[in-house]
C-alpha cells in the first residue's frame, strides 16, 4: 500500500532510494491524479 499525504489539495508520495554503498534518501513527488474538480464518466455503451 502507498501512504501519502495531501498538502495544498496535492497528493504528496515519499519515495525511497537505496543506491549501494550509500545511506537510503527519501524525495516528495506530487503525483498528477488528473482530477481538476469535475468527474466525468464515458458515454453509457449499448450491451449487444
Known sequence: MIHGRLIDRKAI???IFRLPQQPDFSL?????TGFNGYLTLP?????Q
Open 13 to 15: 508520495v515519499p519515495v
Open 43 to 47: 458515454p453509457k455503451q449499448s450491451v
Open 28 to 32: 516528495n513527488f506530487v503525483v498528477d
